[in-house]
């Protein structure tokens, strides 16, 4: 697969996942302003691909950006991402959407890390 199409899916995953988090994350606002509890929010760990830093970088970045996720530390060593999670009731769907939707094109993109 040519990397051009792999950059343009990504970037339309990753605009269909700011759209779909974005309409979540209004819901909770506007829930929370007629008096509806707020989802209990929380931190989860997510072990990310062996990739090279621009492609962890990516990564973080597009998690960060996608609204009800936030990367707030990222551990090189064990690859993993520590994120807040606006919604933990739905904590598994939220990390398999990530890794479905992202992983697999950060990988070809940006190859495994050299030892």
Do not use: C, Y
């Not at 062996?50 to 551990?75: N, Y």
């Amino acid at each position: 697969m040519k990397s051009t199409l792999v950059w343009t899916i990504l970037l339309l995953r990753f605009l269909w996942a700011v759209l779909i988090s974005g309409v979540q994350t209004l819901v909770f606002i506007l829930a929370h302003a007629l008096g509806k509890p707020a989802p209990p929010a929380g931190f989860v760990e997510i072990a990310f691909p062996p990739v090279r830093l621009e492609g962890v970088t990516l990564l973080a970045w597009m998690i960060s950006l996608t609204p009800g996720t936030t990367v707030i530390h990222v551990d090189q060593a064990q690859k993993i991402f520590r994120l807040h999670i606006l919604d933990m009731r739905n904590q598994k769907k939220t990390l398999n959407g990530i890794q479905k939707r992202f992983f697999a094109n950060v990988i070809f993109l940006f190859g495994t890390e050299q030892a």
